[in-house]
């Protein structure tokens, strides 16, 4: 008869549900409403099972929740570096053609620390770590700053919209004075080699202005090693 029916529904529509991330949201929907009309051909008795079903639908929901926190953490984890907290490589290229997409005017720093080899050599790598975390957060301490990202060993790339290389210039600056406080009392010291390229007037492609940073950064740094640390590019 029609409970018969209703017993034969319900236990296809318990069956929908034992695999959670398969079921879509409008599968969903339509199970619930499906067991709202079911409901009302059971006998008072049997509507436990009915309730039963709901409250595995209730159980689903939570899980796909669940899973869903659990997919956008692994996404943003992805994209950062585990050692300093920043965004990666990854995410740099992926704002850069973001950016370069949506026409925006941005200036983009490319930075290598000095003696980064030479600290871990004579002062252990803990040290090293230190080394790069205080850059990092001095990098990142900048509120100009739209983005900090480590794309390598002691490489760090920053990026800046509406931002002339003036700016970007003092800022650095800036980074080079905090650095000088925050090195060993013995053993070399905290300093940066940076070069900067963009600027509101620039419109060549992201990977260009890349390759002319990193140019103007050896640059930066083979004239520190000739005219001393505080040799501004």
Known sequence: GSEANAWRQLTALA????SPAAVRDDELKWTEEQIRLTTQALSSDARHVAACVAS?????????SELTALKQRLVSEARL????????????????AQWQLAGHQFTLCF???NGL?????LLGHLEGDRYLRCVAGSLNALTEANAVC????????????????ADCRRLMEGVQ????????????????????????SSSPRGEDLLRLADERMYQHKRSQQLHGRRSVP
């Open 150 to 165: 480590r794309v390598g060993g002691d490489e760090f790339l920053v990026l800046f919209l509406n931002a002339s290389e």
């Open 111 to 113: 930075v290598d620390l």
């Open 81 to 96: 570096d585990p050692l300093t907290g920043v965004h990666n490589r990854l995410r740099g290229r992926e704002l850069l």
């Open 56 to 64: 595995l639908i209730h159980e689903v929901r939570a899980q796909r």
């Open 177 to 200: 004075t905090r650095l000088a406080g925050a090195s060993p009392r013995t053993g070399p010291r905290f300093s940066i080699s940076y070069g900067i390229a963009g600027g509101r």
């Open 15 to 18: 069956e929908i549900l034992q």
């Open 117 to 121: 080899k030479r600290v871990n050599d």
